[in-house]
């Protein structure tokens, strides 16, 4: 301001106070600022402003410090007031990052959005072998007949024997019931299980096929689940 009498003698908790003069931004180490933008401190001048160092930005003018830049992103250059985002389908947890190599690529089975400071797993019953997905729509739903038990799965698995699923997005599959059994994979309709048939038998559930019943002993048919 022109009229000097009237600085502020507002001063910052760090007895710091900065200015930008124009895009870049600046900190100065001085003691006050007057109220309004500009630099004005008795005995002192413009030239007091420094630009922030790379890593770091002066988002406003008036700021007593330059701040870190946040995770997710970076700054390489000086004198800036904003930091860049990590791409989708990247990540950082470093602040004061000074360059994109801090920012890493999603592993398969995860995602991320821009700026991101770790990446998200696909959902159980869904899956993805390509690393850096910039999207949760890069996770895949399983088709009937698979499955993907946990999150973050990079593939869908099939049924094993003696199970079925007929339902799409699933993290498990049916077992077939006791008494029945089946030695395909990927089946879609319980249909796959079979009955056991006369002279064999199965007491348990998800199994590949039944046993055959001792030669001194008759098959109750009615159940199929012993002998």
């Known amino acids: ?9 507002d ?3 760090s007895d710091l106070a900065t200015r930008s003069t124009s895009a870049s931004a600046l900190f100065a180490t001085v003691s006050k600022c007057v109220v309004n933008s500009a630099l004005a401190v008795q005995g002192d001048s413009i030239d007091k402003c420094v630009a922030a160092s790379a890593g770091h930005k002066v988002a406003s003018e ?7 830049c ?12 904003s930091c860049t985002a990590c791409a989708a389908g990247r990540f950082s947890s470093a602040t004061g990052a000074l360059s994109d190599a801090t920012c890493n690529v999603c592993t398969a089975g995860k995602w991320s959005s821009d700026g991101s400071e770790s990446c998200s797993a ?26 993907a038990e946990n999150e973050g799965a990079t593939a869908c ?6 199970t079925w699923q007929s339902e799409s997005d699933s993290s498990s599959c049916h077992a077939c019931a006791a008494g029945k059994a089946h030695k395909l994979l990927a089946q879609t309709e319980e249909a796959a299980c079979v009955e056991c ?13 039944c046993a055959v019943c001792a030669a001194e002993h008759t098959p109750y048919r009615q159940e199929l689940k012993k002998c």
């Open 1 to 9: 301001r022109d009229d000097v009498s009237d600085w502020s003698s």
């Open 157 to 162: 698995l099939k049924c094993g024997t003696g």
């Open 62 to 68: 008036g700021s007593c410090a330059q701040t870190s």
């Open 70 to 81: 946040p995770v997710g992103r970076f700054q390489s250059a000086p004198g800036s007031n």
């Open 197 to 209: 048939v006369k002279g064999h038998f199965q007491p348990y559930t998800g199994r590949a096929m």
């Open 122 to 147: 696909c959902a159980a019953g869904k899956a993805s072998a390509q690393p850096g997905l910039a999207t949760i729509t890069g996770c895949v739903t399983c088709n009937k007949g698979y499955f």
């Open 11 to 13: 001063v910052c908790s």
